[in-house]
């Protein structure tokens, strides 16, 4: 172990915790005045529920000796619940830094992961519904998914993909569960018949901003050391949030005239999201592709939501999950083995893309199951006369804005 | 007494506020409004969705003048808010029957 490689580690437990008020602040500034307590809380209270569960058995189940079904790792055991065993060593790991801050820095990804689905329920969603879904869909989800690609599991081992920082974790994994659970949720009142305008562009700006800054401990941290690889997800990061805001906001005017203060910084989190996944095996160059065919397809992929008439409030499905299925594929052909040891090559696409077509069902039809029972136990939907007079006094008895003070 | 009320751009707000204070009155109030005329909306574009936005802002100004004064005060701001342009919006004078200050109890031009 050394001193070097932990102390940048434990920055980049901090770094990624952060984006989980960044990304609340982003969508929070997204929804109307009157909701935006409550968007804020659903994201916030990931860091409650999540941080409990993974503590209890989610670390343990995701990254503690494998199951295996034939050769193929399926989830963890539970030797390491309640992280009673960690001790001060590495010897659970073999990284070198201890593993406490190993199961730290995991756990910042199991937080942010179901925070991220809660933006495409904005603004009708309950919240007891959707504490109690966080909960179940951390452990029957990104648990069992975090697994397969990082704890060990058949993604990693018989499939071979790559996902250096959440490609398939945390990004098609969420926006998966997302386009499931608005399926369910059904669209809010008034969804494509009158103007639902966001309250504050400011704080949905100032949000992008934080999580632009903690992805550097997202893919920089995802290196699991202070090294060169770490530096290049760096490079890699920026120039692929810088290209795809640039193009976003180009295919922005080219098609409505103006550039938008929300399409830029929807564009830099779509280059952030491709990026994540290939951040450690591509070369600048490479990520500056990455970021323009993100920053563009994810422009156009907002579309979709009007055509299929899912109401996914604040495109969850087009910046996430379209996003990191181009990281993923796209990674296959344009790893260098100078940057992450891996070439791309036919043989990798294919690699990938079986991987995102398992994290794309897996996490969609387990989450719409989820989102059903749910429904029919305890409702996961607010009454329309809450939903019409707004979740924060309605559910959470405050109110974000006064008449005065 | 009168209470003048102009519906006006915004924009219009400073020059209109300092041309008043050369007239001689000794306040005014301004506040953030929206609304529609024949001005009717705009579009605004977010991530790619257009709305069709009807209500438009404005500011409305209130002054508390005499009956002497009203005439400069009206024609000041009718001249000071023209644009020429659609959505340079209006001017309304009401009577007004009373005027209290409150710290002092003066009541009617005395209180202006």
Same mark, same amino acid.
């Given at each position: 172990m050394e001193s070097g490689h932990t102390a940048w580690l434990l920055t980049s437990c901090a770094l990624v915790l952060l984006m989980t008020p960044g990304l609340a602040f982003f969508y929070g500034g997204m929804v109307r005045a009157k909701n935006v307590l409550g968007m804020l809380m659903k994201n916030y209270v990931a860091m409650g529920i999540v941080t409990i569960l993974w503590i209890l058995v989610g670390a343990s189940l995701a990254f503690s000796g494998s199951t295996t079904i034939g050769d193929y790792g399926v989830i963890g055991n539970f030797d390491l619940w309640g992280l !009673?065993?960690?001790?001060?060593?590495?010897?659970?790991?073999?990284?070198?830094?201890p593993d406490n801050v190993q199961m730290m820095f995991q756990l910042t990804f199991a937080i942010i992961t179901p925070a991220l689905i809660a933006g495409a329920i904005a603004e009708r969603m309950k919240f007891t519904a959707w504490a109690v879904f966080i909960g179940i869909w951390s452990l029957l989800v990104y648990v069992p998914m975090t697994h397969w690609v990082w704890g060990g599991g058949f993604i990693a081992s018989n499939i071979e993909a790559l996902d250096f920082a959440g490609g398939l974790v945390v990004h098609i994994n969420a926006g998966a569960a997302a386009l499931a659970l608005i399926m369910v949720l059904?669209?809010?009142?008034?969804? !494509?018949?009158e103007a639902i305008r966001p309250h504050s562009l400011p704080l949905t700006i100032l949000g992008a901003g934080i999580l632009w800054f903690g992805w550097f401990g997202f893919n920089g941290g995802s290196a699991l050391a202070a090294n060169a690889a770490a530096g290049n997800a760096f490079l890699t990061t920026q120039v692929a949030a810088a290209t795809a805001a640039t193009a976003w906001i180009l295919a922005e005017a080219f098609t409505h005239g103006k550039p938008t203060t929300l399409g830029f910084v929807s564009g830099a989190v779509a280059g952030l999201v491709a990026i994540t996944p290939a951040a450690g095996f591509v070369s600048p160059l490479g990520a500056m592709l990455l970021g323009l065919v993100a920053g563009v397809v994810c422009f156009y992929a907002l579309r979709l939501k009007f055509m299929f008439n899912f109401d996914d409030s604040l495109d969850v499905v087009a910046v996430h999950l379209v996003g990191g299925i181009i990281g993923s594929l796209l990674l296959g052909v344009l790893a260098e083995e100078a940057y992450g040891g891996v070439a791309g090559s036919m043989d990798q696409f294919v690699s990938q893309a079986i991987s995102v077509v398992i994290a794309l069902v897996y996490s969609f039809s387990v989450t719409f199951v989820i989102a059903k029972v749910l429904d029919m136990v305890m409702g996961i939907r607010v009454s329309e006369e809450e939903e019409r007079g707004g979740l924060d006094l309605a559910l959470h008895e405050e109110q974000a804005y006064g008449f005065v003070e | 007494m009168k209470l003048v009320i102009a519906y006006i751009n915004p924009f219009r707000l400073d020059e209109i506020r300092d041309a008043l204070k050369e007239t001689g009155v000794s306040g005014l109030t301004a506040i953030n409004a929206q609304g529609f005329g024949r001005q009717s909306g705009h579009t605004e574009t977010y991530r790619g969705a257009e709305y069709e936005v009807d209500m438009v802002p404005k500011v409305r100004i209130e002054v508390l003048v005499d009956d002497v004064l009203a005439p400069a005060v009206i024609d000041t701001i009718e001249r000071t808010a023209r644009t020429g342009s659609i959505g340079d919006g209006k001017i309304a004078v009401i009577p007004v029957e009373d005027v209290i200050r409150i710290r002092t109890g003066e009541r009617g031009n005395d209180a202006l």
């Open positions: !009673r065993d960690l001790g001060q060593s590495n010897d659970h790991f073999g990284l070198p830094y059904g669209p809010r009142i008034g969804f !494509r018949k | -």
